[in-house]
């Protein structure tokens, strides 16, 4: 395991009542607003055992969806690139947010119009900013960042996020400076070819989205043969629960901006 970047702040938002009417790829039933409750807590205090100052935002009656506050925003070390979702009732989530963004970060650009990027899609390396085009980020979203992001010397790399995924992100974390945990689909597009990659166990693909916080990964219960693998390869994990979360299609690092 390579040294990482640390992390020292997180931003969180409380789920709202409304949560129970956010979006989903499959309805497999509404969350039960009181469990997932708990689970954002017992996520913050994850946060904050590996180090994180939080900043936990209001619930937001009218958007469902809004506790996925990774979506609205890109936090990188030293800006924030405020998005502009793909999923019409999320685009008035970045407007709730700016204001705290602006109190934390000196610079601050945006995706216009017509480009759409959410968050979801991004994964940041220690070498590159990887996006995928999905059904919420588009071709000119991810060529308004690649501009945007050159003049601050990022650079930027257009991936795909398979058909039936939600986000990039959904199958994939970044462990340490150069080692990808992935799903076997996502790997199989050959995104990863420059990286470590450690595979989710097959029927565990859920298990994808974690976040690595400075000395931990933050990992969803429920997958017990990736969990071993990953503590063979000698990481510290931190399990929280998300059967709740997983219901509207989101994960661990769906709640969360981090930086
Ligand atoms: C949505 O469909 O937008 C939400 N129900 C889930 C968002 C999950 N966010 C993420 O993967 N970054």
Same mark, same amino acid.
């Given at each position: 395991m390579h040294r990482s970047y640390r992390f020292s702040h997180a931003i969180t938002r409380l789920p709202s009542?409304?949560?129970?009417?956010g979006l989903r790829f499959d309805d497999i039933g509404n969350p039960n607003f009181e469990q997932m409750l708990l689970d954002h807590e017992d996520y913050s205090l994850a946060l904050r055992e590996a180090g994180a100052e939080i900043i936990q935002l209001p619930p937001l009656?009218?958007?469902?969806?809004?506790?996925?506050?990774?979506?609205t925003v890109l936090c990188l070390s030293n800006l924030a690139i405020l998005m502009r979702p793909g999923a019409p009732s999320r685009t008035g989530e970045v407007t709730e947010i700016e204001s705290t963004i602006k109190e934390l970060f000196d610079n601050i650009l945006r995706i216009e119009k017509p480009g759409l990027i959410e968050a979801g899609d991004i994964l940041t390396t220690e070498t590159e900013v990887l996006v995928g085009r999905s059904s919420r980020t588009n071709g000119e979203g991810v060529k308004q960042l690649a501009q945007l992001l050159s003049d601050w010397d990022y650079s930027v790399r257009e991936v795909f996020t398979p058909e039936?995924?939600?986000?990039?992100?959904t199958d994939c974390s970044l462990l340490d400076a150069e080692t990808i945990l992935c799903t076997k689909r996502l790997e199989a597009t050959g995104c990863f070819s420059k990286y470590n990659v450690i595979n989710t166990c097959d029927g565990e693909?859920? @298990? @994808?989205?974690a976040i690595r916080y400075n000395d931990f990964v933050i990992f969803p219960t429920g997958f017990p043969r990736t969990l071993e693998k990953l503590q063979k390869a000698g990481y510290l994990l931190r399990e929280v629960n998300n059967s709740e979360c997983a219901k509207l299609d989101?994960?661990?690092?769906?709640l969360s901006l981090r930086f």
């Open positions: 009542e409304s949560v129970v009417n009656q009218n958007f469902p969806d809004s506790t996925f506050v990774e979506d039936d995924i939600l986000h990039f992100k693909e859920a @298990a @994808a989205n989101g994960g661990m690092s769906c």
